[in-house]
């Protein structure tokens, strides 16, 4: 190892800004070559060897030799080359099954899955309401008359009435752009 190896070694080391320069001006352009035959991609070679650049100089890292330097940092070029196909990989293979999945959509599943989500949307609103306005509405839900209701849950047909008021408010507040959904289904 010469005297200029050892001390642009020392310096990396020490985050010396100077070292960085050298780094960037001695190795920037054939670590992109190196990324490039990976990725084929010039554009995203140039960007993992710069996230690889600011990697590095974030890691507490102490190197010995300007060999152990080169060999860790294609090292880092590779793997962030093989996370980057990865996750373009995965990336690619959901947007085909949103695509499969968009196409497999008729009208009829659609409107399925807006009336879940509206269902789901409402019964969340009624069990966050208080226990007689909620027992007032799931007891309406299922077509009791305000007097079957008044019955069950021992209170005035007035006081049936005032809760289902109250909750409807609630619901048509909270609901927003579910209500519409609702409504239409």
Same mark, same amino acid.
């Given at each position: 190892?010469?005297?200029?190896?050892?001390?642009?070694? !020392?310096?990396?080391?020490?985050?010396?800004?100077?070292?960085?320069?050298?780094?960037? !001006?001695?190795?920037?352009?054939?670590?992109?070559? +190196?990324?490039?035959? @990976?990725?084929?991609?010039?554009?995203?070679?140039? !960007?993992?060897?710069?996230?690889?650049?600011?990697?590095?100089?974030?890691?507490?890292?102490?190197?010995?030799?300007?060999?152990?330097?080169?060999?860790?940092?294609?090292?880092?070029?590779?793997?962030?080359?093989?996370?980057?196909?990865?996750?373009?990989?995965?990336?690619?293979?959901?947007?085909?099954?949103?695509?499969?999945?968009?196409?497999?959509?008729?009208?009829?599943?659609?409107?399925?899955?807006?009336?879940?989500?509206?269902?789901?949307?409402?019964?969340?609103?009624?069990?966050?309401?208080?226990?007689?306005? $909620?027992?007032? @509405?799931?007891?309406?839900?299922?077509?009791? $008359?305000?007097?079957?209701?008044?019955?069950?849950?021992?209170?005035?047909?007035?006081?049936?009435?005032?809760?289902?008021?109250?909750? +409807?408010?609630?619901?048509?507040?909270?609901?927003? !752009?579910?209500?519409?959904?609702?409504?239409?289904?």
């Amino acid at each position: 190892m010469g005297v200029k190896a050892s001390i642009f070694i !020392d310096s990396i080391n020490k985050k010396d800004v100077r070292a960085w320069k050298y780094l960037y !001006d001695n190795y920037f352009v054939s670590l992109c070559l +190196y990324a490039d035959n @990976i990725l084929n991609n010039s554009i995203s070679s140039k !960007d993992v060897v710069q996230n690889t650049f600011i990697k590095l100089w974030e890691k507490e890292l102490c190197f010995n030799s300007e060999k152990e330097f080169s060999f860790y940092l294609y090292r880092m070029v590779y793997n962030s080359c093989l996370n980057k196909i990865r996750d373009f990989n995965i990336k690619e293979k959901k947007m085909n099954e949103w695509s499969s999945f968009e196409g497999s959509l008729s009208d009829e599943n659609l409107l399925s899955i807006i009336k879940e989500e509206t269902i789901r949307k409402l019964y969340l609103l009624i069990e966050s309401m208080p226990y007689m306005r $909620k027992k007032v @509405i799931l007891l309406g839900l299922e077509n009791k $008359k305000v007097s079957e209701i008044s019955e069950i849950l021992n209170i005035s047909e007035n006081t049936v009435k005032k809760h289902r008021k109250i909750a +409807y408010k609630y619901i048509r507040e909270n609901l927003g !752009d579910y209500l519409f959904s609702l409504i239409f289904i």
